[in-house]
């Protein structure tokens, strides 16, 4: 079998994410978001979008590296975060369960971190980092969410 060029492969990557998120904005905040309280640091609704079309580039980016050139366990803990980022929405904006959706969040930034320490230092670190540190505030966000529309 032929070797694809490169930039295929990075269209599939792109593409795979893309599917993600799209299957994720099939979740759409709606009534039941704007009716829960939120902490005072939530971000305005256009950040979202905004952040999170950057980061799927960037995870692509990221996804494309690891397979390139990466072991088993780096690919695996890139799948899992992925198939995890794409199990939120459908968790909290879908299902309406903030607390399972909190567990998925924890999960993929566990997975993430993972993904990071077993990956060498180099171009996915600095790709993935951002994406660190965004559901680091998504996961504080979704707990606070949980904790104040819990009674």
């Not at 295929?8 to 978001?33: C, E, K, N, R």
């Not at 590296?65 to 088993?72: D, H, K, P």
Request: hydrophobic share 60%; proline share 7%; glycine share 4%.
């Amino acid at each position: 079998m032929p070797k694809l060029p490169p930039y295929l492969t990075l269209l599939f990557f792109i593409l795979l994410v893309s599917s993600v998120a799209f299957f994720g904005a099939q979740f759409h905040p709606g009534d039941w978001y704007a009716h829960l309280h939120k902490p005072a640091w939530t971000p305005a609704n256009w950040v979202f979008p905004v952040a999170w079309s950057v980061l799927y580039l960037m995870i692509a980016i990221a996804g494309w590296l690891i397979f390139s050139t990466s072991n088993a366990t780096t690919k695996r803990l890139w799948l899992i975060q992925l198939a995890l980022n794409g199990l939120w929405s459908w968790l909290f904006f879908g299902l309406h369960l903030t607390g399972f959706a909190l567990l998925d969040v924890l999960a993929m930034w566990l997975t993430t971190f993972m993904l990071l320490v077993y990956h060498p230092p180099g171009a996915v670190r600095w790709l993935m980092m951002p994406y660190l540190f965004w559901i680091s505030y998504a996961s504080a966000l979704n707990l606070a969410i949980f904790l104040l529309n819990s009674a």
